[in-house]
Nanobody
Framework: QVQLVESGGGLVQPGGSLRLSCAAS????????MGWYRQPPGKERELVAG???????DYAYSVKGRFTITRDNAKNTVYLQMDSLKPEDTAVYYC?????????WGRGSQVTVSS
């Protein structure tokens, strides 16, 4: 059974940093694409960043230069380093793993940016 376990969310002041982690288990995700999405209050879920199996990354315009996505294939884990956080980054953050045949979502991790 595939499970995605997220960690690292919380409350941070504007300008601060947080690091999200998403550990996948139940299968080999070495060749899968991984990504982070977020859903701000009252809004649709949106893509934040994605990373291919070879490590090629892409970002939403709103986070480019502030967020960094990485992955550790040996640990089946994807990370999202978030720096220079803004109040508009407040959202529930979800990780997603897609192996081309199936995809799985994490349960979400709350990130709140507020003074």
């Amino acid at each position: 059974q595939v499970q995605l376990v997220e960690s690292g969310g919380g409350l941070v002041q504007p300008g601060g940093s947080l690091r999200l982690s998403c550990a996948a288990s139940g299968s080999d995700f070495t060749t899968a694409a991984m990504g982070w999405y977020r859903q701000p209050p009252g809004k649709e879920r949106e893509l934040v960043a994605g990373i291919t199996s070879s490590g090629s990354a892409d970002y939403a315009y709103s986070v480019k230069g502030r967020f960094t996505i990485t992955r550790d294939n040996a640990k089946n884990t994807v990370y999202l380093q978030m720096d220079s956080l803004k109040p508009e980054d407040t959202a529930v953050y979800y990780c997603k793993v897609d192996n081309g045949l199936n995809w799985w979502w994490g349960r979400g991790s709350q990130v709140t940016v507020s003074s």
